[in-house]
């Protein structure tokens, strides 16, 4: 679409000015670049090869000041927007950058664009995609030295962020520039920054040699050549932290009693050790140094296990702490301490306390002497005992007693409900008769048992628990795949469309089901029974197929948990399986079977052997007893004495009939009045 809207005087646009004024070498006429482009789609270049937009790129700057001083210049109207402009006004001129873009895009040569990428015009995030050479000439490498001697060397990561930001701030702020000062690159090389800039922005950088930073000053100079390598130690980690860490290493070890397995962290600022580190230059609370240390003991002690057996002890006396989130890492290092030493800080509260309610469990000792929470809070034990289960020794007081503990811990105990062996509440024989028949005919007969005890309401599923929480010696590993296909397990099925999709309903699902299933073998249940628990109750309310009992009908639930051998269809192996199956068995439909089976729910797990419910049969009196009571009875008779002290006078013979009778003619006259029925003859 030609440009509308000409101005007075301007020169016609379209291929036929185009051609004469190309033929008449004047250039104050427009080439008609853009009708050009419209017609053909060529682009219009000029005899050197350039995109001519009538703005000819590294002409005469005379001329080109000209062109954009004339006003009625007929080339403008060539550069007008290819839209009409609203209400008839002029659109923007295009400017030179963007003349040298396009220029690049269509024609692939750098022309002037790569001077301006030279100087730096397009730098920063809003230069040309992909212009930008990090090794170009564009690029400035420095060095900057005095970073380790300022108190920032200190913080985490060795003070490089705090710097750069300063060197980014204040080079915009010096060079007075509104353009981001931005740096591309760093590392750290021995005592030196090496920081990799744009050529502009490292300009204004350079201007901050002799700037105070930190403490300390800066000395920044221009590196020629390539960025110095970045130094790789052990770990990823530099060899200023690697000589950190082997600082820290050594004060732990000053202060690690091997005999008491005590850590003692007491007093920390007055270490000359970590004094001379610097920690303690700008008066900082302790958290970074906490932090520091307790990384380095992970490091020392690799396991939780390694943790209990060394450190039992430590002591944080003396450092000035008035919360212990400044000390969080401490029980995240060690969380199953026993004694720990919070004396002479400044806890004031309970507040301050707070963040370890739920930590240290195993915490036996807690020394907070000389603490502000002593006076501002003397009732402060009683409530520190009830968030440390353990704790027997606060403050040197004792809080608890072992003993205690011990009741505290065995009545938290999860109490096992007591096993009395089965209860098999039978009606008429039909529980233990459907038992009878259906193990046999599941391990033979599958398609005939559902036909006869299932119909085209009753349920079937499959729940597999391939997690063995009970290890023994009779565990196996087996495969679950033919069954695990099948699984409606809960925990691990918690799709509802799934869960539906693996609940079978109807004899022929269930027989398609059964069918897929491993063969299976039970023991005999009338040779093995020991291998069995079962369980059998009445219910009511179940359905009634007939429809004529709006209340329901009686039934029975049945539980069955025992073992089973299979086979697997594919790789035809063994495995011994444990499983639990509940039926609930109902009156069947009229012309049916007379039981059905509602629902049959079946659990699959690895084996393990079920445990012995038989209960002792209870004690009934033999003879012996039988013997007793006639002889405590013959002695009344012979005695008049009563039951109870004829029974003290045999069992103080040794029931010696003769002796005792003997022993009561000794002791007659010493027998009180109520040792006799009666007065004696």
Known sequence: MAPSGPRKGSAPSGPRNSRGSAAGGTKGVSRGGIS?????????????????????????????????????????????????????????????????IIQRVITGTTGSLSSRLESGMSGGPRGYKGAHNVNSSDTMILQVEGLNSSRAANNEGGGLKELLTFLERKGQTVGKTTRQIRVKKSHINGDFVYITTSREDG??????????????????????????????????????????????????????????????????GEDPGLNQMGFFNSGSKPEKLFRALMAVCDGLFKTAQDKRDHVVSISLAGNNIDDVLQIMSLT???????????????FKDLRSLQKWRYRLQKLQTLLLNDNPIEIANP????????????????????????????????????????????????????????????????????SGLASKYY??????????????????AHTQPVGWGAYIKFSRNHVKI???STRLQRLFTGTQLIQGVWQQLPLTRHPDLASEF????????????????????P????????????????????????????????????????????????????????FNPLPSLIPEPASQPNADMQQQQQMVIELCSRTGMTPEYSKLCLEGASWNFDQALVSFNEKRAQLPAEAFVAAPQ
Not at 233 to 258: F, P, Q
Not at 395 to 403: D, M
Not at 576 to 600: H, Q, Y
């Open 494 to 496: 918690t799709h509802t």
């Open 36 to 100: 050009k482009r419209r017609g053909n789609n060529a682009a219009k270049v000029d005899r050197d090869g350039d995109l001519d937009m009538d703005a000819p790129v590294g002409g005469n700057r005379s001329s080109r000041k000209a062109k954009r001083g004339d006003h009625h210049d007929s080339s403008s109207s060539a550069l007008r927007s290819n839209r009409p402009a609203a209400n008839g006004s002029r659109a923007p001129r295009p400017t030179m950058k963007a003349q040298q």
């Open 551 to 606: 209340a329901g009908v009686d039934g029975m639930i049945i539980t069955i948990h025992g073992e089973f051998d299979d086979q697997e269809p594919v790789t035809m192996k063994t495995a011994k399986r444990s499983f639990s199956r509940t039926f609930v068995l109902g009156p069947g439909a009229p012309g049916r079977n007379p039981i059905r089976v509602i629902s049959d729910m079946l659990s699959v797990r690895a």
């Open 203 to 268: 300009e204004e950088i350079l201007k901050l040699n002799g700037f105070s930073f930190a403490g300390a000053i800066l000395g920044i100079t221009k590196v020629t050549g390539e960025l110095p390598p970045a130094p790789v130690a052990e770990n990823g980690m530099s060899s200023t932290a690697l000589e950190i860490k082997e600082k820290l290493r050594h004060v732990l070890s000053t202060r690690y009693d091997t005999t008491a397995k005590l850590l003692n962290l007491s007093a920390l």
């Open 332 to 346: 995240d290092t060690f969380p199953d301490l026993l004694n720990l030493d919070l004396s002479r800080n400044q």
């Open 455 to 472: 119909d085209n309401e009753s349920t079937f599923s499959i729940a597999v628990n391939n997690v063995n929480s009970r290890q023994s």
């Open 530 to 549: 020991n291998k069995y628990i079962i369980d059998c109750h009445p219910v009511h309310g179940l359905g009634d197929p007939t429809g004529q009992n």
């Open 379 to 446: 009732d402060y034990k009683s409530e520190l005992t009830t968030w440390f289960p353990r704790l027997q020794n606060l403050s040197g007081i004792q809080v608890r007693t072992p003993e205690q503990i011990a009741a505290m811990e065995a009545a938290s105990m999860p109490t096992p409900i007591p096993q009395h062996g089965a209860d098999f509440r039978d009606i008429n024989g039909i529980g233990e008769a459907f038992i009878r028949e259906f193990l046999p005919m599941y391990d033979t007969d599958r």
